[in-house]
């Protein structure tokens, strides 16, 4: 059952890669500005738990929107909960302030119909997720996904000003072991924001005597 993966649920670590590269055993991925869940749905409805178990205004409203969508499909779901504003962007403030259109933002498929999947490579995983989203619907959506060209994903995502992309092999199982990395983009506005912060901090600080 999902709520069994759930309970040992571990996340894969985002390792940090300073450049974009471009590799047809890869697929790349926007990386929206948003909080890591977990979505499990079974025969009793949809379950959400955010990554340290944040607690974030509205979940059990989009759990329930969500469970509508999943009928009777029995699932584990990780991706992104994200707050859309008028154009469909996702807006971390105002996730974190409730207020937005919350949304889950569905990267991989872990359980499917009673079968654990995590062994699966990730290009099958995809396949599978998007065989049971065949549509993006209001509250559940895939995240985008491009095979092999990640310079140019980073440049769409830095004009965009999103938090920049993720990288994952294409023949990967879920696990411990997988290795995922985030090119950040520099440029982002919470980036620019979190740094200028740091330079005021730093310039208030106290000096302290050689």
């Known amino acids: 059952m999902p709520t069994t993966l759930v309970a040992d649920f571990r996340p894969v670590h985002l390792r940090s890669l300073p450049e974009p590269f471009d590799d ?34 509205g979940l059990s409203d989009l759990a329930r929107r969500v469970s509508a969508v999943l009928g009777d499909r029995e699932a584990v779901l990780e991706g992104l909960i994200v707050a859309l504003d008028a154009r469909g962007k996702p807006v971390l403030r105002d996730l974190l302030r409730g207020r937005g259109f919350l949304a889950f933002a569905a990267m991989d498929l872990l359980v499917l119909d009673g079968r654990d999947v995590r062994p699966l490579p990730l290009a099958v995983r995809k396949a599978m997720l998007s065989e049971l989203l065949p549509a993006d619907t209001g509250p559940l959506y895939k995240v985008f996904t491009l095979e092999e060209h990640g310079r140019a994903l980073f ?8 938090a920049g992309i993720v990288a994952r092999r294409k023949d990967e199982g879920y696990g411990p072991d997988a290795v995922w990395y985030r090119i950040a983009n520099p440029e982002h506005t919470l980036a620019q924001a979190a740094e200028r912060a740091a330079r005021r901090q730093r310039a208030t600080a106290p000096h302290r005597a050689e």
């Open 24 to 57: 047809p055993e890869w697929l790349f991925e926007p990386a929206y500005d948003g909080v890591r869940a977990l979505l499990s749905q079974s025969a009793a409805g949809s379950d959400i738990r955010t990554d340290h178990d944040l607690p974030l205004a």
């Open 155 to 162: 440049a769409t995502a830095r004009k965009l000003d999103l």
